[in-house]
């Protein structure tokens, strides 16, 4: 089955603690992307990659890394968590950048910074 | 960033109402998608309308694309409480995908 999968699912953690958000798609996709959802705010892109070894900014990196090593894997890293970091948070991924390609999202990781 | 505007915000109706929700934009956009977000699951694609003026639909579904390409419209017919969930629209920004801030659809019995 096609899918995003992502762990995990519920996350507490508290303020200053490292955590890894994982993320893996298993349709050979190249584009992959973090978005986190907010009341209010929407789905607001944090970063993506075009590629392995490519990653850039989307509109609120800060606070946030990513990796990609290998396609299928696009983990989140939040160094140093804040309160203000919690949040819904998706990943989604793409055949590629182009422009009309459907996005798959992961079920999602709710996170919450104490 | 290129932003979109969804209107309402909120919506709830009875089973077997028709609705229309909107996403515009005051830039064009070389296409646009909608998405359907049920709790506690990630968004689905619906549709993704290119052409200006393009009509799609999708069972009771009817996805709309204004003709300056800058605007998109969704509308139900007879709406059925499993047409609960957000609604989403979503338009390419570079190498980004911008959503708008969703509407939320409530269909009672």
């Known amino acids: 089955e096609a899918q995003v999968t992502q762990n995990p699912r519920y996350l507490i953690t508290v303020t200053g603690k490292k955590l890894t958000v994982t993320c893996s798609q298993n349709?050979?996709?190249?584009?992959m992307s973090w978005y986190r959802q907010d009341p209010g705010l929407g789905l607001r892109q944090i970063y993506y990659?075009?590629?392995?070894?490519?990653?850039d900014k989307g509109d609120v990196p800060e606070g946030y890394k990513v990796s990609r090593k290998e396609k299928r894997n696009f983990p989140l890293i939040l160094e140093s968590p804040s309160p203000n970091q919690t949040s819904l948070y998706f990943c989604?991924?793409?055949?590629?950048?182009?422009?009309?390609?459907?996005?798959?999202f992961g079920q999602g990781t709710r996170l919450t910074v104490v | 960033t290129q932003l979109l505007e969804q209107s309402p915000q909120f919506l709830s109706i009875q089973e077997g109402e028709n609705l229309t929700v909107y996403c515009n934009s005051s830039?064009?956009?070389?296409?646009l998608q909608w998405y359907r977000q049920e709790p506690g699951e990630g968004p689905v694609l619906l549709v993704t309308?290119?052409?200006?003026?393009e009509v799609k639909k999708l069972k009771r579904l009817t996805f709309q694309f204004g003709d300056a390409r800058k605007d998109s419209s969704l509308h139900i017919t007879a709406a059925q409480p499993g047409d609960t969930g957000l609604y989403l629209c979503?338009?390419?920004?570079?190498?980004?995908?911008?959503f708008g801030k969703g509407t939320s659809l409530l269909v009672t019995p």
């Open positions: 830039s064009v956009f070389s296409s």
């Open positions: 979503a338009g390419p920004s570079g190498y980004a995908l911008n």
């Open positions: 989604a991924s793409s055949l590629t950048q182009v422009k009309n390609t459907e996005a798959f």
């Open positions: 990659s075009m590629n392995v070894e490519v990653t």
């Open positions: 309308v290119v052409t200006g003026g």
């Open positions: 349709m050979n996709h190249e584009y």
